[in-house]
């Protein structure tokens, strides 16, 4: 089959290598011509997920459509749909890219959220106390790797805060005291069948995943309650395709953080150690193939290669390529994104380490 992939990142580059495994194609709708996954894409329609003529082009091309990005614009989801499935759905993506509806949707199937206050209107300013404890104020769209969220200690910082971002509408969050970041990746298919992967520990560096280790450290309990919150919102959105649903552990209240409707950077270690990948779990379902198996062939852990690794001297600009050698090791794998210019805080690749238990004696 054709697959229609809006958005040509890393996910999608590593997305369209899972298709060609099971020898579907991709046609990608990016508005960069070098964006990563132009170099093994098999069409490429270069322009904006809103340009009219430019999705058109990329329907003709396609016979079933998927996301590698929760920021498209719902009327495009829309309009594709009448050239064919849309999985995940326009009305899942537009859940997920809205953290205010993304709140309203988890809180109203009874699943715990942090504290929060949703800024759309004046009025709404007017219910936020003088006194805040510290909180983040996050954009309710387009945020993605710590962008888009401002520290917030006063009232008066808020205001200036959200005068910077040019008072778009945003949430505030009571900032929370972390005692783990978890997350879960579940796939489920049009028939209604969900399958998902191990439970992962994710640790953030300034707001940015820097390592994820599948599975987490984390006591039945907790797991369980993981894996109930997460059924309860895949089957509540009638969700179609791979869903990442981000969890704040706060001793031990567990909170959900936020939901990405695509694969996610905690699930890269499932290339390696899983019998099917979440790439390859979101080809299946977007070209109606059953389910793969999630399960884990040994614990892995994934470490995400920033921009700042090329600079060997963060003050100085000059770009140096990393030294390979250090990390050629035994069982890790390097995966670069071919991203020509690094920047700091871009993530440029990831490694990935795979641990086993087995000897051959
Ligand atoms: P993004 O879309 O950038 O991933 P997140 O809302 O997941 O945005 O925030 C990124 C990271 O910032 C989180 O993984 C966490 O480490 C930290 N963070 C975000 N919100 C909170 C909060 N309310 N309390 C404590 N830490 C937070
Ligand atoms: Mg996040």
Request: net charge neutral; hydrophobic share 35%.
């Amino acid at each position: 089959m054709n697959i229609g992939l809006l958005g040509g990142g890393q996910l999608g580059l590593m997305m369209i290598e899972a298709a060609h495994k099971l020898k579907h194609k991709v046609t990608v709708l990016d508005s960069e011509q070098n964006c990563p996954a132009s170099k093994i894409c098999d069409d490429l329609v270069v322009g904006d997920y809103s340009d009219k003529d430019k999705l058109k082009l990329f329907a003709e091309n396609s016979d079933t459509f998927t996301v590698e990005t929760e920021n498209v614009p719902v009327e495009s989801l829309n309009f594709l749909t009448s050239y064919g499935p849309v999985r995940p759905s326009a009305d899942c993506v537009s859940i997920c890219q809205d953290r205010i509806k993304e709140k309203n949707f988890i809180s109203n199937l009874g699943i715990p959220i942090g504290p929060y206050y949703k800024i759309e209107t004046k009025l709404d300013l007017k219910k936020i106390p003088e006194n805040l404890p510290p909180s983040i104020l996050k954009t309710a769209k387009f945020g993605y790797d710590g962008k888009g969220q401002v520290d917030i200690k006063t009232k008066k910082n808020l205001l200036e805060a959200l005068y910077d971002i040019g008072n778009v509408p945003c949430v505030l969050e009571k900032k929370l005291e972390l005692t783990k970041e978890l997350s879960i990746i579940l796939v489920r298919d049009f028939s209604g069948k969900v399958v998902s992967y191990p439970v992962a520990e994710n640790y953030h560096k300034k707001g940015i995943l820097d390592t994820s280790m599948m599975p987490g450290n984390v006591s039945p309990v907790i797991k369980d309650q993981i894996f109930s919150y997460a059924i309860k919102i895949i089957q509540g959105m009638n969700y179609c395709g791979v869903l990442c649903i981000e969890f704040f552990l706060s001793g031990n209240q567990l909170f959900v953080n936020e939901l990405a409707p695509r694969p996610h950077n905690s699930g890269h270690q499932t290339i390696e150690a899983s019998i099917c990948s979440q790439f390859e779990q979101q080809v299946r379902v977007s070209t109606s193939m059953s389910l793969g198996s999630t399960i884990l062939k040994y614990p892995a852990k994934i470490k995400n290669l920033m921009g700042d690794l090329w600079f060997e001297d963060l003050k100085s600009k000059k770009i140096v390529e990393p030294n390979w050698e250090l990390y050629k090791k035994s069982g890790v794998t390097i995966y670069l994104y071919g991203k020509n210019t690094p920047r700091l805080g871009r993530k440029m690749g990831h490694l990935t380490e795979i641990f086993s238990d087995h000897t051959n004696d």
